[in-house]
């Protein structure tokens, strides 16, 4: 072999080959297990609102704590604090999100977890919330509008409006 050939090990994560997926442990009734082994060994990363209006130096304290927790209990994860009251938990290997997921919903502060664009409400959340986030009904209002507003113009993100022809 040639003395400049990279290791398989030493790869970037995007260029290292799948591991290769047993679907003899997939629970057909649980999506979750599915996505649990096609994120096994690859980075993963998930947002952690924390309850109450906390100041970005509370956050920073509450989600220290919880980072603390799962350093003891033996799981590789970085924080970034991205908000006031919103933080990034980066894992190494996304196999265990949803372990850290279940630890972090039992937290009192912890308003909601977001992993792979499904929200899961903490025990901090507000009822409301809990109930807003597990049924998502503001994704069928905006359906609705849309529907009744035929003749009206529909908004996009372009900065000037379009002209009309008469």
């Known amino acids: 072999q040639k003395d400049d050939d990279i290791e398989e090990g030493d790869l970037p994560e995007h260029k290292r080959p799948p591991a290769p997926i ?14 649990k082994l096609t994120k096994k060994g690859k980075t993963l990363m998930m947002f952690v609102t924390v309850s109450g209006n ?15 927790g799962l350093f003891n209990a ?14 990034i938990f980066m894992l190494r290997d996304g196999g265990y999100a949803w372990e850290i997921k279940d630890f ?8 909601d977890v977001t992993l792979e664009g499904q929200v899961y409400p903490g025990k ?4 409301n919330e809990k109930v807003k986030n597990k049924t998502k009904p503001e ?16 908004e996009d993100n ?9």
């Open 22 to 35: 047993d679907f003899s442990k997939i629970d057909p009734g649980k999506p979750e297990s599915i996505l």
């Open 54 to 68: 906390p100041t970005e130096k509370e956050t920073e304290e509450i989600t220290s704590l919880w980072q603390g």
């Open 74 to 87: 033996n799981y590789d994860v970085q924080r970034f604090i991205v908000g006031s009251n919103r933080a």
């Open 104 to 111: 972090l919903v039992n937290q009192e502060r912890c308003a």
């Open 124 to 127: 901090g959340a507000d009822e």
């Open 139 to 154: 994704k069928a209002k905006k359906k609705k509008d849309a529907e009744k507003k035929p003749n009206s113009i529909k």
């Open 158 to 166: 372009r900065a000037t409006k379009q002209r009309e022809e008469l």
